[in-house]
RNA sequence: GGUUCCUUGACCGAGUGGCUAGGUAACGGUCUGCAAAACCGCUUACGGCGGUUCGAAUCCGCCAGGAACCUCCA
């Protein structure tokens, strides 16, 4: 039985992870706001929160894991006096703002896709979720925690600081805030500058509007997760995450929503994953500095010297724990790069490895050092330092220098599937999208290369050195990397 | 200005009081017709200055530098 911690960032430290219901998760992510192709940054948390998620799984747990969709609602720059996003760029494109939401969800789930990050259970719009999000704007209102002021509603901070303590979860306190507020003009609807939107009324312009109680309008930029994870996981759940720069203010309101809506906080854990940063500062959509994921994997962005596999940027991101910062560079990329081919290699050696009478090596302990990592707050990095030390044995092994006995060759198998491929989420195999007839074609190739390399042997054999350097050369330019062991021969392909 | 946090060897990056990860690069060695791969080694790195301690990268204080949030952001 494996005992998980998870930095709560309620309580500032690890907590051991206890499910409200025995046996059961309820996980809500933060999804990404649909205007706009999914760059480096997204990845983190959409691979953060998937490594939980398999964990989780694998684990025991059955999870619901909802991550949202944001498709309305988010304000442009100039706060209350902005149009919807969506809307912005639908009317710069011409297009129906369903279809910019469409177009770029589609990218975004190919991207992910690619980076194997498995699909949640749930995937909830918040434009599909208007009614729900407005029946939790009439409670917090009923409860007197909200006022209505020219069709739009606000949420009353400084009444519900007066009973609770708005900035629990980013150590932050009402006074030092409004000290601090800069004086935006054009809040003269706020009864308080900190005072933010449940429902926002639409400018005659502004296209995505529902009719609501309050006036046709859209809803305010926190309370659709705190209405679609109250439908579908409960008014009470474990885990929320989502990116550190979503800590304040929005899972700050989410807290004060639930409160003034449910009388009770919803969530019981809060992670938040660190920042990818880029020359030492964040990649964000706001600074313009961010690369796409698109550009990664083509390598079509001026500051990136080559294209990166998907599985290099995984790779990447799960060789840093979670929640320090990680700094993008191509240095950086390469060295993962390789590192990622490197434990590939392992990988299919051990499959290859024959087993012998008994052990020179001890990897017993391997399985539970990997749990271990993976129980101190998702500790990913050394996970893959306790995968690379076994590999040291396994290389030995392959060379003929170290033995493994049958059933440890099992077990050591087994316990790199399943962090390897299941926990980690990494491909251990050579291509990605199988299917009978690749299989059957690589299958073929790979004897032509075989014999190819039978050939060289022969050449070798008879000291014909410039003719087995010739198929060495040759195939080389192909992309076939040839490696002479004590046996004959081994080789692998990557593109030329 | 307020809040939170960071600073590890050539580079990336783990590590919350003694056992000093891992990857990449460079270099040396083994192996080898050559090469590649693999294996071994690479001689103790923790911003600075103090303090606590038998002992600190790890705890405390000060200083320096940097970041995130306070506005949409993963």
Known sequence: MQQLSIYNTLSRQKEVFKPLHQGRVGLYVCGPTVYG???LGHARPAITFDILFRYLSRLGYKV????NITDVGHLENDADEGEDKIAKKARLEELEPMEVVQYYLNRYHKAMEALRVLPPSIEPHASGHIIEQIRMVQKILDNGYAYVSKGSVYFDVEKYNKSHHYGKLSGRNIED???A???LEGQDEKKNAMDFALWKKASPEHIMRWPSPWSDG???WHIECTAMGTRYLGEEFDIHGGGMDLLFPHHECEIAQSVAALNKESVRYWMHNNMITINGQKMGKSLGNFITLEEFFNGSHP????AYAPMTIRFFILQAHYRSTVDFSNEALQASEKGYSRLMDIYSRLQELEPAETSTVNLSDLRQKCFDA???????????SHLFEAGKAVNSIFDGN???SAGDLKELREVFALFVSEILGLDPSTASQDNAKAEAERAAYKAVVDLLLELRLEAKANKDWAQADKIRKQLAELGFKVMDTKEGFDWKWSAP
């Open 177 to 179: 805030m409004l000290s």
């Open 303 to 306: 500051m990136l010297t080559q």
């Open 374 to 384: 993976m129980n101190d707050d998702l500790n990913t990095p050394v996970v893959i």
């Open 181 to 183: 507020t800069r004086s």
């Open 37 to 39: 192709d999914p760059h």
């Open 218 to 220: 859209f809803p305010g």
């Open 64 to 67: 619901r894991y909802v991550r």
């Open 402 to 404: 170290a033995a493994i």
